[in-house]
């Protein structure tokens, strides 16, 4: 008995000692779990996996806090420039913070604006992390030449963060790699163009010029961003020659050099995107990894018509004044500027889907039924647009969505989730678009205007390259089988012929901007343009406002049409840019006054 | 074999016998107490046949047949021959005279007592003359026979009960022996035997408990010593809630603790003591047998006590775990005596609400409403006959003989989607899609428990099933749990012992916090659908998108249950200790425990293919498999040294604690499966694309050094100090240790001399406490460091432009913090307990203040710092106070009838004193269209609900003009309150609408015996709780969800119903009616429930006898027999989460009635 009491009083003396031994320092170390620190990322692979990262913010769909199950969408692409310019009309009228942008009514509480605006500021941060890993990286790591351009790079995408922070919201803080969670409360009181510019005009002077990988920022694509900045400024004079070396010289990142493709609809064909008319994409991808789709085009698949089974979310419409735009003049085959809207083409809102229908027969331009499904017209190879692929054609119209959308053969090289995610990449500048900007520069600086006549003309003719026109179909009810060489409408365009130097300046303004119009409909550029030409003298208000009441003007027609534009308005001074977020105000608050300042009106 | 006299004898052979025997023992001496001995050697007859049989075999014989003891020395029978006897009802004389005849042996007999000897050998000295045989009576105070008392020999197995009229006869009792007298409920009483012959005792009623020994943070204290705020649950009332968890049974017991539950099988409760003091995980530490554990795998059979630590005094000593609040659980042990064996088990059948509970519209009146809303979209022929979806992807209504919907174009293939052609017949009456996913449930519950020991070894072992159905069809948990604990006495110092639970559950994880859930899509679900299609087999559902011809919406509830009947979580879980404990230098008790944890659980998330469904009938099936194992050890020593001085009493404890846990999971995903059959769903019999796993991992130790002090002064001045150190891994270096002390006091005026002579006044203490607790468990392990992670969906980009696939990238994931420290809750408490009335009635009232010195939250920072996750800092402060108040009353009137009552209540007042970040709330419980409708915000209470003031509805034109701008107004929308004094509507008119947290709730339990019947029923409520009751977002506008709708639309503001408090029926999205937060969402979530009403019959002694048991008790239950409640969904018992709650979404009700029958018996 004696023996068993002291060998548990031994054991429990032991295991007492024992748990003091325990409390060393060690005990209570212990390391991260899963991630990695900047001292393991400093060398050259991992700073390059830290600038891939700041590439993958351009995919809004990666950032913090935002979530497509939520009814908030984020991005690049449709909703604030497309649907708030009334190019385009949104589809889901239930909700509230997207169908501001339609109304104009947004709100600074709205989550949406918040979203944007941490969304833009995360790759903005992501670019610094990418300058503080380069920083930490020992010199014998990495060439100076390689560390170049990894800080180029990483400059170029602050500098576009930035821009599109500046284009949307205004008044905004510039944010570099000096500022941390620590010093993070910038005010937004001076204007960050300059600081845009330098980091453009860095990234333009020290990029190579052919690049690795096409998704990289290379040298062309800084001086094509660079001379954006300017323009939306108004220095026309120091965009041009940017522009024109562009053009004269700018080759992709591959070194194809820059020329438009031949067919137009090749631009966002996923299958030939790597092409002499990019400038810089977005890369979007199909990975195979899941139904999650995470590094899918989710953007524009929500806008997509629902082509059974379910390739899009049904949520993207056009305007008629938009679509109207497209017709031609029969006789000269250029657009109709000022008549456009005299006589609506003809369509099927309202009309049952066995009711009989024909399409518009007078002339338009060809690439109307690529950016626009309409009834009666192929759409790719699914068929022809029935009432059914409208979300809710009596409130949203007769016109959807058809940019960025692709065959139905592709089917199985997207994800399918409850719409199809696709990997179409979204084009931030083509060279259509250097085109087109030069010739406007051209005009705004007083320089040659048959040059620039000579620039619209290139993008008018690629446009009039008849093979890739939309055809009918061999055999209307097995849309696989096929296409006729029939155009499947009335399709009719041509060059200016000395029109802009004829008739002078204006004219050759108002042609200019057309075309970006026609050529670029759909691709997130109309609002930013009309934020450009207002430059305070309230051409934005006039020109929404107008288009506004074109859509209303409908309401007395078919009954229930656009619900969401009742009483909506475009207000002068306010609404060419949307409202710093509330959130973000109240968080920047010092002693009971906000370092962020409001935009006016908000 | 009775008593053995082995005094001289070879005592190990018997040793084993005697064992065997007890319980045999202990019948036959309950049978025999009426028998008179003083006769006996002339009354027992006796039968002896025996052959060549050795004396001890012969002396064993009469042992058997005879309440005779021999006495003998065991080496005097060994030389002695085998004897021969046979004889018929002998006396035993007779039969010793002829057996011993030969054998030189002489025998005396005394009373019962047989000695055996040597002739003319000396008489051996044995004990005979100092034990004694014992009778006596039994009553209660009253003077009443008290039957089935246990009478016992202390440190013995040896006892008796006592017959119906409360005598007993207890033999062989040893002069110097204690016997105790033990009866459920009644104070034990033990009584030095000390030459009485007689024993006659009167039990009193147990006194209410305060001299009960309570088990408090690492020790036990005399329940009338505690002088921090201390819960002490009335375990028998507790468990009269037939429920497999431990949880629910609490609901409503203590004061201090508010419960809210699902009624969903294994869905967990949420439990808060004293009000939500941080934005982040409020449970309670719960320790069970001193070892981490969860209240909901318990069931409340197995608890024999249950505290709840509600204050610094007493719940500082646990640190930075017991800020919370501390729930300490010591489960049934095994008791001294002999082994009994004990089933409990009932079964029960819970009934859904009957009719149209979520009242929706049928099909005509749906269409009614619909086409009054949307007059454009459809229904112009009246009531569909069919509905339809072609191989091509149109889908339609059709009227019969519609070539369309042919029968015979129906086709069903679950391989080739594409092709199929389904067809669905429209319900003309309209589907109830309530009365479809909820069915009748049966739940069953069984525990078998053995226990028993001697005063050197104590043993418990227990078998559990559970067997819950829900009403919610395809919803379940199995729980089985195996139970074993015991102690052993080595010598008289040491006590050695284990604990060992396992559980096994098994679910299928169903929840309801989240939106889409099964009963929010019964009310999404339009009413013409069927459930089937026109095979009967596969399920209809919405088959077209486009709202065009609205067969858009609602996700077939009947399908999402059975067709993921194979999902399931399951989980095992081994906890357990050993421990020692030594006794030393008389004051000093050492003890060591270990504990360890180990956990293991699986899960299997099958995502069907959604034929049926519109929005995603493309989306290919997939099936996730994920696995996930966990251990923890937790490594308790502790010393006490325990003296009494004269008046002074002084008990000193300290202690160390080392605490590491880990856990790790992984998960495989893959898609494409060719059929769906459980057994086939093996993770590579899925497609090559589209593969997914992955892994987690988290790793934490927690190191502590705690001392405790209690002093005591002629009982009457109470004084208690702990301190604890705590270390955790969780901090950096900087700022990992934190102290926590605590000091408490009592004052015990029934003691002073100016109140012993009030005779009502039986016991009264004041008791004030003030101290800290701390809480870490909000901070992620990695809170301390700056880290960049990588994830496909994070930080992968296509940078090659390949468009099928992706590079891997990195990203800051996570900014660190390395002086974030702990939370520090300082509380305050004051409190008094009494007793008066002869101990009738007992009342514990107290008020507390706590507050948070540094709240663990999230760094607010700005956009402009990048998107890593902020860290968690110390800044922001909650304050809670309030009391509680709880009172019981207990009365005998007659020998048959007694009668008890408690109730409690908790009141707490919450309020966010302090947030961080200059903007001072932060918005959150994010909804479907109607966005953020909380707001914690500085100076109210946690959860407030933010949003509009709705003052009306618009009358009409004239209204709408003459009321301020207001964004979509118009006649037949709300009018919002214009709160701010300046024109027009803003968000700056926004207001806080209410709050989730109620003003107090309630619990009352009632108890009745009458004779053999007992009666209970136990009430809960909740008065002043609000409701964000987001259901009606999905069923009063059309605007958003249009295919269920509420029927009290039938009264929506019309042009010619102007008087209406619905909002009128509009097609699009409004300001002025959904599309912001405002109160006419918010409902008076207040509620009186009463959860149980239990009749029970127990048989009576005399019955039991004949069927040999100690107990059995039957008994009939009504759980949630009503409620009385003004909200208008189906419970406004919701859960939800800390920051965000009180939010009904859709909730799996916690208030169906449920009728059982039960069992409860030992033997």
Same mark, same amino acid.
Request: glycine share 10%; charged share 15%.
């Given at each position: 008995?004696?023996?068993?009491?002291?060998?548990?009083?031994?054991?429990?003396?032991?295991?007492?000692?024992?748990?003091?031994?325990?409390?060393?320092?060690?005990?209570?170390?212990?390391?991260?779990?899963?991630?990695?620190?900047?001292?393991?990322?400093?060398?050259?692979?991992?700073?390059?996996?830290?600038?891939?990262?700041?590439?993958?913010?351009?995919?809004?769909?990666?950032?913090?806090?935002?979530?497509?199950?939520?009814?908030?969408?984020?991005?690049?692409?449709?909703?604030?420039?497309?649907?708030?310019?009334?190019?385009?009309?949104?589809?889901?009228?239930?909700?509230?913070?997207?169908?501001?942008?339609?109304?104009?009514?947004?709100?600074?509480?709205?989550?949406?604006?918040?979203?944007?605006?941490?969304?833009?500021?995360?790759?903005?941060?992501?670019?610094?992390?990418?300058?503080?890993?380069?920083?930490?990286?020992?010199?014998?790591?990495?060439?100076?030449?390689?560390?170049?351009?990894?800080?180029?790079?990483?400059?170029?995408?602050?500098?576009?963060?930035?821009?599109?922070?500046?284009?949307?919201?205004?008044?905004?803080?510039?944010?570099?790699?000096?500022?941390?969670?620590?010093?993070?409360?910038?005010?937004?009181?001076?204007?960050?163009?300059?600081?845009?510019?330098?980091?453009?005009?860095?990234?333009?002077?020290?990029?190579?010029?052919?690049?690795?990988?096409?998704?990289?920022?290379?040298?062309?694509?800084?001086?094509?961003?660079?001379?954006?900045?300017?323009?939306?400024?108004?220095?026309?004079?120091?965009?041009?020659?940017?522009?024109?070396?562009?053009?004269?010289?700018?080759?992709?990142?591959?070194?194809?050099?820059?020329?438009?493709?031949?067919?137009?609809?090749?631009?966002?064909?996923?299958?030939?995107?790597?092409?002499?008319?990019?400038?810089?994409?977005?890369?979007?991808?199909?990975?195979?990894?899941?139904?999650?789709?995470?590094?899918?085009?989710?953007?524009?698949?929500?806008?997509?018509?629902?082509?059974?089974?379910?390739?899009?979310?049904?949520?993207?419409?056009?305007?008629?004044?938009?679509?109207?735009?497209?017709?031609?003049?029969?006789?000269?085959?250029?657009?109709?500027?000022?008549?456009?809207?005299?006589?609506?083409?003809?369509?099927?809102?309202?009309?049952?889907?066995?009711?009989?229908?024909?399409?518009?027969?007078?002339?338009?331009?060809?690439?109307?039924?690529?950016?626009?499904?309409?009834?009666?017209?192929?759409?790719?190879?699914?068929?022809?647009?029935?009432?059914?692929?409208?979300?809710?054609?009596?409130?949203?119209?007769?016109?959807?969505?058809?940019?960025?959308?692709?065959?139905?053969?592709?089917?199985?090289?997207?994800?399918?989730?409850?719409?199809?995610?696709?990997?179409?990449?979204?084009?931030?500048?083509?060279?259509?678009?250097?085109?087109?900007?030069?010739?406007?520069?051209?005009?705004?600086?007083?320089?040659?205007?048959?040059?620039?006549?000579?620039?619209?003309?290139?993008?008018?003719?690629?446009?009039?390259?008849?093979?890739?026109?939309?055809?009918?179909?061999?055999?209307?009810?097995?849309?696989?089988?096929?296409?006729?060489?029939?155009?499947?409408?009335?399709?009719?365009?041509?060059?200016?012929?000395?029109?802009?130097?004829?008739?002078?300046?204006?004219?050759?303004?108002?042609?200019?901007?057309?075309?970006?119009?026609?050529?670029?409909?759909?691709?997130?550029?109309?609002?930013?343009?009309?934020?450009?030409?207002?430059?305070?003298?309230?051409?934005?208000?006039?020109?929404?406002?107008?288009?506004?009441?074109?859509?209303?003007?409908?309401?007395?027609?078919?009954?229930?049409?656009?619900?969401?534009?009742?009483?909506?308005?475009?207000?002068?001074?306010?609404?060419?840019?949307?409202?710093?977020?509330?959130?973000?105000?109240?968080?920047?608050?010092?002693?009971?006054?906000?370092?962020?300042?409001?935009?006016?009106?908000? | 074999?009775?008593?053995?006299?082995?005094?001289?004898?070879?005592?190990?052979?018997?040793?084993?016998?005697?064992?065997?025997?007890?319980?045999?023992?202990?019948?036959?001496?309950?049978?025999?107490?009426?028998?008179?001995?003083?006769?006996?050697?002339?009354?027992?007859?006796?039968?002896?046949?025996?052959?060549?049989?050795?004396?001890?075999?012969?002396?064993?014989?009469?042992?058997?047949?005879?309440?005779?003891?021999?006495?003998?020395?065991?080496?005097?029978?060994?030389?002695?021959?085998?004897?021969?006897?046979?004889?018929?009802?002998? #006396?035993?004389?007779?039969?010793?005279?002829?057996?011993?005849?030969?054998?030189?042996?002489?025998?005396?007999?005394?009373?019962?007592?047989?000695?055996?000897?040597?002739?003319?050998?000396?008489?051996?000295?044995?004990?005979?003359?100092?034990?004694?045989?014992?009778?006596?009576?039994?009553?209660?105070?009253?003077?009443?026979?008290?039957?089935?008392?246990?009478?016992?020999?202390?440190?013995?197995?040896?006892?008796?009960?006592?017959?119906?009229?409360?005598?007993?006869?207890?033999?062989?009792?040893?002069?110097?022996?204690?016997?105790?007298?033990?009866?459920?409920?009644?104070?034990?009483?033990?009584?030095?035997?000390?030459?009485?012959?007689?024993?006659?005792?009167?039990?009193?009623?147990?006194?209410?408990?305060?001299?009960?020994?309570?088990?408090?943070?690492?020790?036990? #204290?005399?329940?009338?010593?505690?002088?921090?705020?201390?819960?002490?649950?009335?375990?028998?009332?507790?468990?009269?809630?037939?429920?497999?968890?431990?949880?629910?049974?609490?609901?409503?017991?203590?004061?201090?603790?508010?419960?809210?539950?699902?009624?969903?099988?294994?869905?967990?409760?949420?439990?808060?003591?004293?009000?939500?003091?941080?934005?982040?995980?409020?449970?309670?530490?719960?320790?069970?047998?001193?070892?981490?554990?969860?209240?909901?795998?318990?069931?409340?059979?197995?608890?024999?006590?249950?505290?709840?630590?509600?204050?610094?005094?007493?719940?500082?000593?646990?640190?930075?775990?017991?800020?919370?609040?501390?729930?300490?659980?010591?489960?049934?042990?095994?008791?001294?005596?002999?082994?009994?064996?004990?089933?409990?088990?009932?079964?029960?059948?819970?009934?859904?609400?009957?009719?149209?509970?979520?009242?929706?519209?049928?099909?005509?009146?749906?269409?009614?409403?619909?086409?009054?809303?949307?007059?454009?979209?459809?229904?112009?022929?009246?009531?569909?006959?069919?509905?339809?979806?072609?191989?091509?992807?149109?889908?339609?209504? *059709?009227?019969?003989?519609?070539?369309?919907?042919?029968?015979?174009?129906?086709?069903?293939?679950?391989?080739?989607?594409?092709?199929?052609?389904?067809?669905?017949?429209?319900?003309?009456?309209?589907?109830?899609?309530?009365?479809?996913?909820?069915?009748?449930?049966?739940?069953?519950?069984?525990?078998?428990?053995?226990?028993?020991?001697?005063?050197?070894?104590?043993?418990?072992?227990?078998?559990?099933?559970?067997?819950?159905?829900?009403?919610?069809?395809?919803?379940?948990?199995?729980?089985?749990?195996?139970?074993?604990?015991?102690?052993?006495?080595?010598?008289?110092?040491?006590?050695?012992?284990?604990?060992?639970?396992?559980?096994?559950?098994?679910?299928?994880?169903?929840?309801?916090?989240?939106?889409?859930?099964?009963?929010?899509?019964?009310?999404?679900?339009?009413?013409?659908?069927?459930?089937?299609?026109?095979?009967?087999?596969?399920?209809?559902?919405?088959?077209?998108?486009?709202?065009?011809?609205?067969?858009?919406?609602?996700?077939?509830?009947? *399908?999402?249950?059975?067709?993921?009947?194979?999902?399931?979580?399951?989980?095992?879980?081994?906890?357990?200790?050993?421990?020692?404990?030594?006794?030393?230098?008389?004051?000093?008790?050492?003890?060591?425990?270990?504990?360890?944890?180990?956990?293991?659980?699986?899960?299997?998330?099958?995502?069907?293919?959604?034929?049926?469904?519109?929005?995603?009938?493309?989306?290919?099936?997939?099936?996730?498999?994920?696995?996930?194992?966990?251990?923890?050890?937790?490594?308790?020593?502790?010393?006490?040294?325990?003296?009494?001085?004269?008046?002074?009493?002084?008990?000193?404890?300290?202690?160390?604690?080392?605490?590491?846990?880990?856990?790790?999971?992984?998960?495989?995903?893959?898609?494409?499966?060719?059929?769906?059959?459980?057994?086939?769903?093996?993770?590579?019999?899925?497609?090559?694309?589209?593969?997914?796993?992955?892994?987690?991992?988290?790793?934490?130790?927690?190191?502590?050094?705690?001392?405790?002090?209690?002093?005591?002064?002629?009982?009457?001045?109470?004084?208690?100090?702990?301190?604890?150190?705590?270390?955790?891994?969780?901090?950096?270096?900087?700022?990992?240790?934190?102290?926590?002390?605590?000091?408490?006091?009592?004052?015990?005026?029934?003691?002073?001399?100016?109140?012993?002579?009030?005779?009502?006044?039986?016991?009264?203490?004041?008791?004030?406490?003030?101290?800290?607790?701390?809480?870490?468990?909000?901070?992620?392990?990695?809170?301390?460091?700056?880290?960049?992670?990588?994830?496909?969906?994070?930080?992968?980009?296509?940078?090659?432009?390949?468009?099928?696939?992706?590079?891997?990238?990195?990203?800051?994931?996570?900014?660190?913090?390395?002086?974030?420290?702990?939370?520090?809750?300082?509380?305050?408490?004051?409190?008094?307990?009494?007793?008066?009335?002869?101990?009738?009635?007992?009342?514990?009232?107290?008020?507390?203040?706590?507050?948070?010195?540094?709240?663990?939250?999230?760094?607010?920072?700005?956009?402009? *710092?990048?998107?890593?996750?902020?860290?968690?800092?110390?800044?922001?402060?909650?304050?809670?106070?309030?009391?509680?108040?709880?009172?019981?009353?207990?009365?005998?009137?007659?020998?048959?009838?007694?009668?008890?009552?408690?109730?409690?209540?908790?009141?707490?007042?919450?309020?966010?004193?302090?947030?961080?970040?200059?903007?001072?709330?932060?918005?959150?419980?994010?909804?479907?269209?109607?966005?953020?409708?909380?707001?914690?915000?500085?100076?109210?209470?946690?959860?407030?609900?933010?949003?509009?003031?709705?003052?009306?509805?618009?009358?009409?034109?004239?209204?709408?003009?003459?009321?301020?701008?207001?964004?979509?107004?118009?006649?037949?929308?709300?009018?919002?309150?214009?709160?701010?004094?300046?024109?027009?509507?803003?968000?700056?008119?926004?207001?806080?609408?209410?709050?989730?947290?109620?003003?107090?709730?309630?619990?009352?339990?009632?108890?009745?015996?009458?004779?053999?019947?007992?009666?209970?029923?136990?009430?809960?409520?909740?008065?002043?709780?609000?409701?964000?009751?987001?259901?009606?977002?999905?069923?009063?506008?059309?605007?958003?969800?249009?295919?269920?709708?509420?029927?009290?639309?039938?009264?929506?503001?019309?042009?010619?119903?102007?008087?209406?408090?619905?909002?009128?029926?509009?097609?699009?999205?409004?300001?002025?009616?959904?599309?912001?937060?405002?109160?006419?969402?918010?409902?008076?979530?207040?509620?009186?429930?009463?959860?149980?009403?239990?009749?029970?019959?127990?048989?009576?002694?005399?019955?039991?006898?004949?069927?040999?048991?100690?107990?059995?008790?039957?008994?009939?239950?009504?759980?949630?027999?009503?409620?009385?409640?003004?909200?208008?969904?189906?419970?406004?018992?919701?859960?939800?989460?800390?920051?965000?709650?009180?939010?009904?979404?859709?909730?799996?009700?916690?208030?169906?009635?449920?009728?059982?029958?039960?069992?409860?018996?030992?033997?």
């Amino acid at each position: 008995m004696k023996k068993i009491y002291f060998k548990i009083t031994y054991a429990v003396c032991l295991m007492t000692m024992l748990s003091f031994i325990s409390c060393t320092k060690s005990y209570l170390d212990i390391k991260p779990i899963g991630s990695v620190s900047v001292a393991i990322l400093a060398n050259k692979t991992g700073v390059n996996k830290v600038l891939i990262g700041a590439y993958a913010t351009l995919e809004t769909n990666h950032s913090n806090n935002v979530g497509y199950g939520d009814g908030y969408w984020v991005g690049y692409g449709p909703f604030y420039s497309d649907i708030a310019s009334h190019e385009a009309i949104w589809g889901f009228q239930y909700e509230p913070n997207t169908n501001s942008f339609e109304r104009h009514d947004g709100q600074p509480s709205y989550k949406v604006f918040a979203y944007h605006w941490v969304n833009f500021y995360y790759g903005v941060q992501a670019a610094n992390d990418v300058l503080r890993v380069l920083a930490a990286v020992p010199t014998d790591q990495l060439t100076a030449a390689e560390a170049l351009q990894i800080k180029a790079e990483a400059t170029f995408l602050r500098a576009l963060h930035h821009f599109r922070l500046k284009k949307t919201f205004g008044n905004v803080p510039y944010i570099d790699e000096t500022i941390t969670a620590n010093n993070c409360n910038v005010s937004n009181a001076t204007s960050i163009w300059p600081k845009i510019e330098a980091d453009f005009k860095f990234a333009a002077d020290n990029l190579d010029e052919t690049k690795a990988d096409v998704g990289r920022a290379n040298k062309w694509a800084a001086k094509a961003f660079l001379a954006e900045v300017y323009m939306q400024q108004g220095k026309y004079s120091d965009a041009l020659p940017l522009l024109t070396s562009c053009i004269t010289n700018g080759v992709t990142q591959k070194g194809l050099k820059y020329a438009l493709v031949a067919n137009y609809p090749d631009i966002l064909n996923f299958r030939k995107e790597a092409n002499s008319e990019q400038v810089f994409a977005i890369q979007f991808t199909f990975d195979g990894t899941s139904v999650a789709a995470p590094n899918g085009n989710w953007e524009y698949a929500v806008i997509q018509p629902v082509t059974p089974p379910n390739q899009g979310g049904g949520g993207g419409f056009c305007s008629f004044d938009m679509v109207n735009a497209f017709k031609t003049d029969a006789v000269t085959g250029l657009p109709m500027f000022d008549t456009y809207n005299d006589v609506n083409m003809t369509n099927d809102q309202g009309l049952g889907l066995n009711d009989p229908f024909t399409p518009y027969a007078g002339t338009v331009d060809p690439r109307l039924d690529f950016t626009v499904v309409r009834r009666g017209i192929p759409y790719f190879d699914w068929g022809l647009y029935n009432v059914n692929w409208a979300y809710d054609q009596p409130e949203t119209g007769p016109y959807s969505w058809k940019k960025f959308s692709f065959n139905k053969a592709d089917l199985a090289a997207v994800q399918a989730n409850w719409v199809a995610v696709s990997p179409i990449n979204v084009p931030l500048i083509r060279f259509a678009d250097i085109l087109l900007r030069a010739a406007e520069c051209l005009v705004e600086t007083g320089g040659s205007l048959s040059t620039a006549e000579g620039y619209v003309n290139q993008v008018r003719q690629r446009a009039a390259n008849q093979s890739a026109w939309v055809k009918t179909y061999v055999n209307n009810s097995s849309p696989a089988l096929g296409f006729t060489n029939t155009p499947a409408a009335n399709y009719f365009i041509s060059p200016y012929t000395g029109q802009f130097t004829a008739n002078g300046a204006t004219y050759a303004r108002k042609a200019i901007r057309f075309e970006r119009r026609l050529e670029l409909a759909l691709e997130s550029k109309r609002f930013f343009d009309l934020q450009r030409w207002d430059a305070g003298s309230g051409s934005m208000a006039t020109e929404l406002n107008r288009i506004l009441d074109h859509s209303r003007s409908f309401m007395t027609i078919y009954k229930g049409i656009y619900p969401n534009m009742v009483g909506a308005k475009f207000t002068k001074g306010k609404n060419e840019v949307f409202p710093i977020p509330q959130s973000q105000i109240d968080l920047s608050m010092v002693e009971g006054k906000p370092v962020l300042v409001q935009n006016p009106g908000y | 074999m009775k008593m053995h006299q082995i005094i001289l004898g070879d005592k190990r052979s018997w040793i084993k016998k005697l064992r065997i025997m007890k319980l045999t023992v202990i019948l036959l001496f309950g049978s025999m107490v009426a028998m008179s001995a003083t006769t006996y050697s002339q009354t027992a007859k006796l039968n002896i046949s025996s052959k060549n049989a050795a004396l001890i075999d012969v002396f064993r014989n009469i042992e058997d047949q005879s309440e005779f003891y021999f006495y003998f020395n065991k080496e005097d029978l060994k030389t002695k021959e085998a004897v021969t006897v046979e004889m018929k009802d002998a #006396q035993i004389n007779d039969v010793l005279d002829q057996v011993l005849a030969k054998t030189g042996l002489e025998y005396k007999i005394i009373d019962r007592y047989v000695v055996v000897k040597e002739k003319g050998s000396d008489e051996p000295v044995i004990t005979m003359q100092v034990a004694r045989k014992i009778t006596g009576k039994v009553t209660d105070t009253t003077g009443g026979a008290l039957p089935g008392v246990t009478v016992a020999i202390k440190g013995t197995t040896t006892g008796v009960i006592t017959d119906n009229n409360g005598n007993y006869s207890l033999s062989n009792v040893p002069d110097n022996a204690v016997l105790v007298f033990s009866f459920v409920g009644l104070k034990n009483q033990e009584i030095p035997v000390g030459g009485k012959s007689v024993i006659n005792v009167s039990m009193a009623e147990e006194a209410l408990g305060i001299e009960e020994v309570v088990v408090t943070g690492y020790s036990t #204290q005399r329940k009338k010593d505690i002088t921090g705020a201390v819960a002490v649950v009335d375990v028998q009332s507790m468990k009269a809630m037939p429920s497999g968890s431990g949880v629910v049974a609490l609901q409503g017991q203590a004061s201090g603790v508010n419960i809210i539950s699902s009624g969903a099988p294994g869905a967990a409760s949420q439990i808060y003591i004293r009000g939500i003091g941080n934005f982040g995980n409020v449970a309670p530490l719960v320790l069970i047998d001193g070892v981490g554990g969860n209240l909901e795998d318990i069931s409340a059979n197995e608890i024999e006590s249950l505290q709840v630590l509600k204050d610094a005094g007493s719940a500082a000593i646990y640190g930075v775990r017991g800020s919370n609040g501390v729930i300490i659980v010591t489960t049934k042990k095994g008791k001294t005596g002999a082994p009994t064996v004990s089933y409990d088990a009932y079964a029960g059948l819970q009934l859904p609400f009957s009719g149209n509970p979520l009242n929706m519209a049928n099909t005509e009146e749906y269409i009614k409403l619909f086409k009054s809303a949307i007059p454009y979209h459809g229904f112009d022929n009246g009531i569909p006959d069919y509905m339809y979806r072609s191989g091509s992807g149109a889908a339609a209504w *059709a009227m019969a003989g519609d070539p369309a919907v042919d029968p015979a174009k129906y086709k069903y293939d679950p391989i080739t989607l594409g092709t199929n052609y389904i067809i669905a017949k429209v319900n003309k009456q309209g589907t109830n899609w309530y009365q479809e996913i909820f069915k009748p449930a049966v739940t069953s519950n069984q525990d078998l428990t053995v226990s028993g020991g001697t005063e050197k070894a104590k043993y418990l072992l227990s078998l559990g099933y559970l067997d819950q159905k829900g009403t919610l069809i395809e919803t379940y948990l199995k729980r089985y749990s195996f139970k074993v604990n015991t102690e052993y006495n080595v010598g008289k110092h040491i006590r050695i012992g284990e604990n060992l639970y396992i559980i096994r559950k098994a679910g299928n994880g169903y929840t309801n916090t989240s939106e889409s859930n099964a009963v929010s899509n019964a009310m999404l679900i339009n009413p013409l659908f069927p459930v089937y299609d026109i095979s009967g087999k596969q399920f209809a559902g919405a088959y077209s998108y486009p709202i065009t011809t609205m067969l858009a919406y609602g996700s077939n509830p009947v *399908a999402n249950q059975k067709l993921t009947n194979n999902n399931y979580d399951h989980s095992l879980q081994l906890t357990g200790n050993i421990y020692a404990e030594i006794s030393f230098l008389k004051h000093f008790v050492a003890r060591t425990s270990m504990g360890l944890s180990l956990g293991n659980s699986e899960g299997s998330g099958f995502a069907y293919n959604r034929y049926f469904d519109a929005q995603s009938f493309a989306v290919p099936n997939n099936l996730t498999l994920s696995m996930g194992n966990s251990w923890s050890y937790l490594f308790t020593n502790t010393l006490k040294y325990e003296n009494t001085f004269g008046d002074h009493k002084l008990s000193v404890l300290a202690g160390s604690e080392a605490n590491e846990g880990m856990s790790k999971s992984v998960y495989g995903y893959r898609q494409n499966f060719l059929v769906s059959d459980a057994d086939y769903l093996l993770l590579q019999n899925g497609s090559i694309d589209g593969i997914q796993n992955g892994s987690g991992k988290s790793h934490g130790t927690l190191f502590s050094l705690f001392g405790r002090a209690d002093y005591s002064y002629l009982d009457k001045y109470l004084l208690a100090l702990t301190i604890r150190r705590d270390g955790s891994s969780s901090f950096g270096p900087k700022s990992r240790y934190g102290y926590f002390p605590s000091v408490s006091v009592g004052w015990r005026l029934s003691g002073e001399s100016f109140l012993k002579n009030i005779s009502w006044l039986n016991d009264l203490k004041i008791r004030a406490s003030y101290g800290q607790a701390g809480n870490a468990s909000n901070v992620n392990p990695n809170n301390a460091y700056s880290v960049f992670g990588t994830g496909v969906g994070k930080s992968y980009y296509d940078i090659a432009g390949s468009n099928n696939s992706s590079t891997q990238g990195f990203y800051a994931s996570q900014l660190g913090n390395d002086l974030t420290s702990w939370e520090k809750d300082i509380i305050t408490n004051f409190g008094l307990d009494g007793t008066i009335l002869n101990n009738k009635i007992e009342f514990s009232a107290e008020y507390y203040k706590k507050s948070i010195e540094g709240l663990l939250f999230d760094q607010q920072l700005l956009a402009t *710092a990048g998107g890593a996750a902020a860290p968690k800092v110390n800044i922001g402060d909650i304050q809670n106070n309030g009391l509680d108040i709880s009172v019981t009353y207990r009365d005998k009137f007659s020998k048959d009838l007694s009668f008890n009552i408690t109730a409690n209540i908790t009141s707490y007042n919450n309020k966010v004193v302090s947030i961080p970040g200059q903007a001072g709330y932060f918005d959150t419980g994010a909804l479907r269209g109607v966005g953020n409708v909380v707001r914690n915000q500085v100076g109210h209470p946690v959860g407030a609900f933010f949003g509009y003031k709705v003052i009306g509805i618009f009358k009409d034109a004239a209204a709408v003009a003459a009321a301020p701008a207001q964004l979509d107004k118009r006649p037949g929308v709300f009018q919002y309150d214009d709160t701010d004094g300046k024109p027009g509507i803003t968000a700056a008119d926004r207001v806080f609408m209410g709050s989730p947290n109620p003003d107090y709730t309630y619990g009352v339990n009632i108890g009745l015996n009458y004779k053999n019947f007992d009666f209970s029923t136990v009430f809960y409520g909740s008065q002043g709780n609000e409701i964000f009751n987001q259901t009606k977002f999905y069923t009063y506008f059309t605007s958003f969800f249009q295919c269920g709708l509420n029927r009290n639309l039938l009264n929506a503001w019309s042009p010619t119903n102007t008087g209406s408090d619905i909002p009128v029926l509009l097609s699009t999205a409004s300001f002025s009616e959904n599309t912001v937060p405002n109160s006419w969402f918010i409902e008076d979530g207040s509620f009186f429930k009463c959860r149980l009403i239990t009749l029970g019959y127990t048989l009576p002694p005399s019955v039991l006898k004949k069927l040999t048991l100690q107990k059995l008790r039957v008994y009939l239950q009504a759980v949630n027999p009503f409620q009385i409640t003004k909200y208008s969904g189906l419970d406004p018992e919701i859960p939800g989460s800390t920051s965000a709650f009180g939010i009904d979404v859709g909730n799996y009700p916690n208030n169906q009635r449920q009728f059982n029958a039960g069992i409860s018996l030992s033997f």
